[in-house]
Nanobody, 119 residues
Framework: QTLLVESGGGLVQPGGSLRLSCAAP???????????ITWYRQAPGKQRELVAR???????NYADSVKGRFTISRNNSRKVVYLQMNDLGPEDTAMYYC??????????WGQGTQVTVSS
């Protein structure tokens, strides 16, 4: 079972930036480069939603609400996927999760990392 660990959340003022990390510490390089990784978020009282996705080959797509503000990238040698979030607003406040297609099929989720945007 693939282990994915989210980190990098915190409290930030509106207009600020954060970079989230999704690490796969137990994966080997040759496996990690095949993972399609998606960032999701869930705000209190709302359904979990897709934020951004990156395939093993580096293709990306984004939710309309974050296009132009968020950037997903990956460093395969470090086995990490990043989510750079700029120009954050209160509407971005949520628990953020990363997941792989495999874990999604198995219904496995990590603990997530909390992002709070507030003045």
């Amino acid at each position: 079972q693939t282990l994915l660990v989210e980190s990098g959340g915190g409290l930030v003022q509106p207009g600020g930036s954060l970079r989230l990390s999704c690490a796969a510490p137990r994966s080997i390089f040759s496996s990690f480069i095949t993972y399609h990784i998606t960032w999701y978020r869930q705000a209190p009282g709302k359904q979990r939603e897709l934020v951004a996705r990156i395939t093993g080959s580096g293709a990306t797509n984004y939710a309309d609400s974050v296009k132009g503000r968020f950037t997903i990238s990956r460093n395969n040698s470090r086995k990490v996927v990043y989510l750079q979030m700029n120009d954050l607003g209160p509407e971005d406040t949520a628990m953020y999760y990363c997941n792989s297609d495999e874990r999604l099929r198995e219904g496995i989720w990590g603990q997530g990392t909390q992002v709070t945007v507030s003045s």
